[in-house]
């Protein structure tokens, strides 16, 4: 089992910055690996962004350029810097980790955090 835990979400001003932190923990070794979806109010959770254990990262188009995804293995965190932000960014985002093994894909949420940028 792992472990997910969200931080740094918050109130911000169109334009501003926002960093998230997720802390994972339990069976990390197990991870492939980790990113972020979000979720507006009526809408389905989606793909923000995610970063492979060797570093390779993926991007919602909407975000690239925007935020930047990394990750510390060491200390098994990773993090979302969310730049130039806009008022449809405004969700609550969730840290996601998945490993796949001969029995599939296993993915683990955080709780979320709460991302309301004001106009």
């Known amino acids: 089992q792992v472990q997910l835990v969200e931080s740094g979400g918050g109130l911000v001003q169109a334009g501003g910055s926002l960093r998230l932190s997720c802390a994972a923990s339990?069976?990390?070794?197990?991870?492939?690996?980790m990113g972020w979806y979000s979720q507006a109010p009526g809408k389905q959770r989606e793909f923000v962004a995610f970063i492979t254990r060797g570093g390779n990262t993926n991007y919602h188009d909407s975000v690239k350029g925007r935020f930047t995804i990394s990750s510390d293995n060491a200390k098994n965190m990773v993090y979302l810097q969310m730049n130039s932000l806009k008022p449809e960014d405004t969700a609550v985002y969730y840290c996601n980790a998945f490993s796949v093994s001969a029995l599939g894909r296993v993915d683990y949420w955080g709780q979320g955090t709460q991302v309301t940028v004001s106009s």
């Open positions: 339990g069976s990390t070794v197990s991870i492939n690996v």
